[in-house]
Nanobody
Framework: EVQLQASGGGLVQAGGSLRLSCAASGSTFDDYTISWFRRAPGKEREGISCISSKDYTTYYADSVKGRFTISSDGAKNTVFLQMNSLKPEDTAVYYC????????????????????WGQGTLVTVSS
């Protein structure tokens, strides 16, 4: 069983950048798809990106495509979400999640449920 620890959130001005980390413990991310979700105030949880640890396939929701980049370290212990050109509408609590029964080929990869979740990390983008 894998435990997830998300970190890296904070306050940033619009146009700025942050890098979120999702660290695994108890197991590596081997054979998992790791995804990032976010929940903005008053809104539904939104899946924004995933990466497959099997073939490193990635997928991005339209809302973040071209601005966010998901990656993993070679040891399959940490997944990163580099967030550039941040907008006030990116303000949300960001969560990482892992699932061993799906790939990362498209939007269906971000459909719930997921097996494991990290605690959220708050990202606030000021205008």
């Amino acid at each position: 069983e894998v435990q997830l620890q998300a970190s890296g959130g904070g306050l940033v001005q619009a146009g700025g950048s942050l890098r979120l980390s999702c660290a695994a413990s108890g197991s590596t991310f081997d054979d998992y798809t790791i995804s990032w979700f976010r929940r903005a105030p008053g809104k539904e949880r939104e899946g924004i990106s995933c990466i497959s640890s099997k073939d490193y396939t990635t997928y991005y929701a339209d809302s973040v495509k071209g601005r966010f980049t998901i990656s993993s370290d070679g040891a399959k212990n940490t997944v990163f979400l580099q967030m550039n050109s941040l907008k006030p509408e990116d303000t949300a609590v960001y969560y990482c999640a892992a699932d061993s029964y799906r790939g990362c080929e498209g939007p269906m990869a971000l459909v719930l449920p997921y097996d494991y979740w990290g605690q959220g990390t708050l990202v606030t983008v000021s205008s």
